[in-house]
């Protein structure tokens, strides 16, 4: 099979698993490519809500921390989009919970900035760093208090 540069990016994005995993035997190295935005098909997967692809690039040795070229990482893009069932994937396949982009934002700010309450419990519960403050000072609390999300801040408070 002769594949092309954006073939894995594509299957990735849509959600096809039979054509990711003819690309992996093809070249294992797949799992590794970056387009040019810095994103790997683990990174597009995840922002794509494809789980079982997600499922596969794990299984066959993604890294979960690598990031994209703001230095954002498959865990933040969850927080970002909302994925629960894929923020419990990432981080029991070791994602770190307190891993940085280039803004200093963790995932943690982004899942009390868009409001997922579940994935925030999941990050706190996995020892996510409230005092972590991105490049504006701020920490995930107060990027809770800014959107005025009761809960959120509620939940926050009690790993303060």
Same mark, same amino acid.
């Given at each position: 099979?002769?594949?092309?540069?954006?073939?894995?990016?594509?299957?990735?994005?849509?959600?096809?698993?039979?054509?990711?995993?003819?690309?992996?035997?093809?070249?294992?190295?797949?799992?590794?490519?970056?387009?040019?935005?810095?994103?790997?098909?683990?990174?597009?997967?995840?922002?794509?809500?494809?789980? $079982?692809?997600?499922?596969? =690039? &794990? /299984?066959? *040795? %993604?890294?979960?921390?690598?990031? #994209?070229?703001? +230095?954002? @990482?498959? !865990?933040?893009?969850?927080?970002?989009?909302?994925?629960?069932?894929?923020?419990?994937?990432?981080?029991?396949?070791?994602?770190?919970?307190?891993?940085?982009?280039?803004?200093?934002?963790?995932?943690?700010?982004?899942?009390?900035?868009?409001?997922?309450? $579940?994935?925030?419990?999941? =990050? &706190? /519960?996995? *020892? %996510?760093?409230?005092?972590?403050? #991105?490049?504006? +000072?701020? @920490?995930? !609390?107060?990027?809770?208090?800014?959107?005025?999300?009761?809960?959120?801040?509620?939940?926050?408070?009690?790993?303060?």
């Amino acid at each position: 099979m002769q594949a092309q540069q954006g073939d894995v990016f594509d299957a990735c994005r849509k959600g096809d698993l039979g054509m990711v995993q003819e690309l992996y035997a093809a070249d294992p190295t797949i799992i590794q490519q970056e387009d040019m935005k810095g994103f790997t098909p683990l990174i597009i997967a995840v922002y794509n809500n494809q789980p $079982e692809v997600v499922d596969f =690039l &794990l /299984e066959k *040795g %993604a890294q979960p921390d690598e990031q #994209d070229r703001s +230095g954002n @990482s498959a !865990l933040m893009g969850v927080c970002f989009k909302g994925y629960t069932a894929i923020a419990q994937k990432l981080v029991a396949a070791g994602a770190d919970v307190n891993q940085r982009n280039s803004q200093g934002a963790p995932a943690l700010t982004f899942a009390a900035t868009f409001g997922h309450l $579940e994935i925030a419990r999941l =990050l &706190l /519960e996995h *020892g %996510a760093d409230t005092s972590l403050r #991105d490049s504006r +000072g701020k @920490s995930p !609390l107060d990027h809770a208090m800014i959107q005025e999300n009761t809960p959120m801040v509620e939940l926050i408070q009690q790993y303060v």
